[in-house]
């Protein structure tokens, strides 16, 4: 017997939600830093960078919730572009990340695309949703991360 009534409920999946939700949204955001050169994550990390200035690259990757090898792979072409310095600290295996004064530059050069994917964010979703999210997805990165 195959009907729907032999099958459980579906459950739905946060997961799945959410990785499909950041992946939309994160189309949005693509589609206006395209012009000026950048991806999402790029930018993601010239804005972390630039406020907490020179980091280790293990920290850096914390902060911005990316395991080693996915931080290198975003932070190559940044560092290719002039974007970002890298240096090694005291301990050769150390990494230093830093934005470079052409990073800044490009971040300002990519804050109106930013701001216009903002806007249409904003838009799109209902009425109350937008600031929701914002209040309430921080928490769900901060508290899995420390699960």
């Known amino acids: ?46 804005c972390v960078l630039r406020r907490l200035g020179e980091v ?16 290198t792979r975003n932070l190559r072409p940044l560092v290719s ?9 005291a301990d050769r295996r150390e990494k230093w990340v830093q934005i470079t004064d052409a990073g800044a530059a490009k971040l300002e050069e990519a804050r109106p695309a930013w701001e216009r994917a903002q806007e249409r964010m904003r838009t799109l979703l209902p009425k109350g949703v937008w600031q929701t999210l914002l209040t309430v997805l921080p928490d769900v990165a901060r508290l899995t991360a420390e699960a």
Request: glycine share 8%; proline share 4%; aromatic share 4%.
């Open 1 to 46: 017997m195959n009907d729907a009534s032999s099958h459980p409920p579906r459950v739905p999946c946060l997961c799945n939600a959410l990785r499909q939700a950041s992946r939309a949204v994160s189309r949005v955001y693509d589609e206006e830093l395209r012009g000026v050169g950048l991806r999402t994550t790029q930018y993601s990390l010239l």
């Open 56 to 71: 280790r690259q293990r920290e850096l990757g914390e902060r911005a919730l990316l395991d080693e090898t996915t931080l």
């Open 81 to 89: 572009s002039g974007w970002l310095a890298v240096r090694t600290g």
